[in-house]
C-alpha cells in the first residue's frame, strides 16, 4: 500500500516548463512501476509518461515525447519535468503506482492514486 501526494501545477504561458512532483509514503516505493496520467474537462484519463521500478526504463505518451521527462530519485519521489508547454496540455495531472504489473500505460493497472494536481497553459 502507498499513498501518493503531487505538487507543482500551475498556470503557465505556452512555451513554458514546469516540475510535477509525487510523493509516495512507505518504504516499499522501490517495489512500484510509477506512472503519470492527466485528464481534461470532457475527456477520458490519459496516459504521459511511466517509469519502471529501478528507473532504468521509460515510457512516454506520442503527445508529450521529447517535452516531458519522468524521473525518480532513490527515497520516495516521482518527478515529470514538463517542457515547451502546449496548450492541449492542460490537464489534472495524477501520478499512480502499480506493483503487479510490467512497465504499462493501462489507467486500469494502476493500484494507488494521488489527488491530482491542476496545470493549465495559456495562449
Known amino acids: 500500500q502507498v499513498q501518493l501526494i503531487e505538487s507543482g501545477g500551475g498556470l503557465v504561458q505556452a512555451g513554458g516548463s514546469l516540475r510535477l512532483s509525487c510523493v509516495a509514503s512507505g518504504r516499499t516505493f522501490g517495489l512500484y512501476v510509477m506512472g503519470w496520467f492527466r485528464q481534461a474537462p470532457g475527456k477520458e484519463r490519459e496516459f504521459v509518461a511511466a517509469?519502471?521500478?529501478?528507473?532504468?526504463?521509460t515510457s512516454y505518451a506520442d503527445s508529450v515525447k521529447g517535452r516531458f521527462t519522468i524521473s525518480r530519485d532513490n527515497a520516495n519521489t516521482l518527478y515529470l519535468q514538463m517542457n515547451r508547454l502546449k496548450p492541449e496540455d492542460t490537464a489534472v495531472y495524477y501520478c499512480a503506482a502499480d506493483r503487479s504489473n510490467p512497465l504499462n500505460r493501462v489507467v486500469a493497472d494502476y493500484d494507488y492514486w494521488g489527488q491530482g494536481t491542476q496545470v493549465t497553459v495559456s495562449l
Open positions: 517509469i519502471s521500478k529501478s528507473g532504468s526504463s
